[in-house]
Every structure is written in C-alpha cells, then in structure tokens.
C-alpha cells in the first residue's frame, strides 16, 4: 500500500472515531491529498469536548489530529492528536483562560516525531477563537513561556497573528500574558 493510502485511511478511522463519540465536536477538517499541497499538512481535524450547555466541569480542550507523519507501517495511527490546546472557561466573567498550546515536539516526552512548525498549533488556535465567539465570551487570556528565547518570539508572533496582545514579563526567562478582547 502506498503513503497516502495509509494516511486516507488513517483518517477516515479516525473521523469516524470522533464522529462516533457524543463527547466530541468536530470544529474544522480538511482531507486533501498530500500531493496537491506540496508536502504540507493537508489532512487534520479538529476537534474539542467542550460542550455548548453548561457542563459542571470548566477545563476542556481542543485537539488536532493529523495522518502526516503519523501512521506506522501497519497503517495505524501512533496517536490521537498531535497539538493540543487546554483551557478553562469561566461563565460568571464570560471569558477563557489557555492554560496550555502544546504541539507534540522534539520537547516532549511523548515525541516520536517532531510536530512543531507545521501550523497544528496555530489550527488549535484558530478554532479556539472561533468557539469563543460562537459561545458568546467577551475575553480571552493566558500565559505563555518558553525554554528558550527563540521559541518565546515564536509564541509572540503566532499569538499577535491572531490578534492577541502580548506582554512580556520577563524575557529573559521567556513568560509573558497575551489578552484578547472579542466583540
């Protein structure tokens, strides 16, 4: 079998999967092939448990999920998602708090490939935003940090793409609060 046979039906497992369990909501998806984007991620999903009725519990997340680099030679995927984003939702300010934007790298322990640099987490972010306005949140905040300085302007840049003001607090040991106001 081919690479992006693999990849498919990785995928479509893995969709199905998500579409099955009444814990998640499939928030963007995209199966293109890889050759008709040059080598780029070009199938993922995302997807979140966070719930629009109110829940008793006020921590979610929302994951990505992509074949690329991700499925062995049996065709299986080695894991469920690659970036994660976590937060916290509070519905007596109306706002949400990322408590955490991690994408499986060479900084993890659970690495087996290095998934940074490839817009996972920039897919968790987007999506995070757009469930955001769709929940009617006013704000939305967190802190960031770094091992290292490179990697903190990396944070800052990818963070203001999207319209988050940043503040750095200390940069020589790269930690800082990004805000965003919605409408």
């Known amino acids: 079998m081919s690479v992006q046979t693999d990849y498919d039906q990785a995928y479509t497992k893995r969709l199905a999967m998500i579409e099955k369990d009444p814990a998640y909501t499939i928030l963007s998806s995209m199966n293109k092939p890889m050759s008709e984007t040059g080598g780029q991620v070009s199938q993922y999903i995302v997807y979140t448990d966070y719930q629009s009725k109110r829940q008793p519990r006020n ?31 509070d519905h007596w300010k109306n706002t949400m708090h990322i408590t955490v934007l991690e994408t ?25 935003i757009n469930l955001a306005r769709k929940a009617d949140v006013q704000a939305l905040d967190g802190n960031i940090s770094s091992f290292d300085r490179d ?33």
């Not at 990818?158 to 040991?173: N, P, R, V």
């Open 59 to 89: 921590s979610f997340s929302i994951f990505v999920y992509t074949p690329f680099e991700n499925v062995d030679k049996y065709g299986h995927s080695k894991a469920d998602y690659l970036a994660q984003l976590l937060f916290d939702i």
């Open 104 to 128: 499986l790298g060479s900084e993890s322990r659970l690495a087996f490939y290095d998934f940074q640099n490839m817009g996972l987490a920039q897919l968790a972010l987007k999506a995070f």
């Open 151 to 183: 990697n903190f302007a990396k944070l800052q840049h990818i963070f203001t793409k999207y319209g988050f003001h940043c503040q750095t607090e200390d940069a020589e040991q790269g930690i800082g609060r990004i805000t965003l106001k919605l409408n």
